[in-house]
């Protein structure tokens, strides 16, 4: 006779069940942006598509303002995760800003939600919305952070002096937007041979 093993069920916590379904839910609000416009992104959508109620959007998010903030967050947490990755930080003020710039690209052109993300922005924008707000404080993170790699990169002698810090990082986030929004007008584009160029481009402008 032979006894079988019992494994202990392992309950998730409340705060791991709320983490989960708001993962969910925000993927689901990303998937029917990219593929039917804002418009389609109503909290009973994003309940059907995620297998949740209508009713647990409005709980988590409470508002479409309260929808795409939380869109944001979690972009710029994915985000920064993919730059621990890449341990920029152990690299000099050039070669991480231009590593940023490659991961940036790299993960452009599979990411849905970066592309939802910049759906939403174009909308705020083309709409004059209150919600171009969010959008703005999240590009100016980024043009702060690519600002100190350059003064950084500057006091290490890798980046050439005299070279204006912040118009320098505006530029890397502009051409930065300025691909992400042209991936919205030509879907197929081929990023592989623009960001071998950018990168290209950037050390020899940079470089001391």
């Known amino acids: 006779m032979t006894s079988t093993l019992k494994v202990p069920l392992v309950?998730?916590?409340?705060?791991?069940?709320r983490q989960q379904s708001e993962s969910e839910l925000l993927r689901a609000a990303a998937e029917l942006i990219v593929e039917r416009g804002m418009a389609a992104a109503t909290f009973e959508n994003i309940?059907?598509?995620?297998?949740?109620?209508?009713g647990l959007v409005t709980q988590r998010f409470g508002s479409k303002q309260g929808l795409i903030e939380a869109l944001i967050a979690r972009l710029q947490s994915r985000l920064q995760q993919l730059l621990d990755a890449g341990q920029l930080e152990t690299l000099?003020?050039?070669?991480?800003?231009?590593?940023?710039?490659?991961?940036?690209?790299?993960?452009l052109a599979d990411d849905g939600e970066m592309r939802a993300y910049f759906v939403l922005m174009?909308?705020?924008v083309a709409e004059v919305s209150a919600l171009r707000g969010p959008f703005a404080a999240a590009h100016k993170e980024v043009?702060?952070?690519?600002?100190?790699?350059f003064l950084r990169g500057q006091a290490e002698g890798v980046i050439r002096q005299g070279l204006n810090a912040d118009a320098?990082?505006?530029m890397v986030g502009a051409l930065l937007l300025g691909l992400s929004t042209q991936m919205l007008v030509d879907?197929?584009?081929?990023?592989?041979?623009?960001r071998e160029t950018s990168l290209m481009t950037l050390r020899v402008s940079f470089s001391a």
């Open 11 to 17: 309950r998730r916590s409340q705060s791991d069940r």
């Open 47 to 54: 309940g059907a598509r995620a297998g949740y109620s209508r």
């Open 92 to 107: 000099d003020g050039l070669e991480a800003i231009l590593g940023f710039v490659d991961i940036y690209l790299r993960n």
């Open 122 to 124: 174009a909308g705020a």
């Open 143 to 149: 043009e702060t952070r690519l600002e100190a790699l």
């Open 168 to 170: 320098a990082a505006l």
């Open 187 to 194: 879907p197929g584009l081929d990023l592989e041979p623009i």
